[in-house]
């Protein structure tokens, strides 16, 4: 695929000039790299995170909810971390981490 001279210019690399000028452009790479990581990965996450934990304070008794794992269903009870939903004729306990997400505007009064 690559041509062997084009490998071996590759690995040699261009010569430095001045050697501080390479180190401070390497640096510069990492930096501009790391903001990057930052922005496209570590961001996000943190506000996904933040939307759960808001959407889990405001859960309450008759909202309509999915969990994770797709069950459909009614809060009836909350506790600390865990919480008590009605689907179908059962009653289940799950974790507050399984609630995926509230269906908007099926709220009991």
Known sequence: MFSNSYVAMLAQGVPAEDPK???FMQIGMMVFFGIIFYVMLIRPQQKRAKEQAKMLGELKAGDKVTTSSGII?????IKDNSVTIRSGESKLEV??????????GTSAP
């Open 95 to 104: 974790t507050k981490a399984a609630i995926g997400e509230v269906v908007p």
């Open 73 to 77: 269903g009614i809060v009836v009870g």
């Open 21 to 23: 000028k390479a180190v």
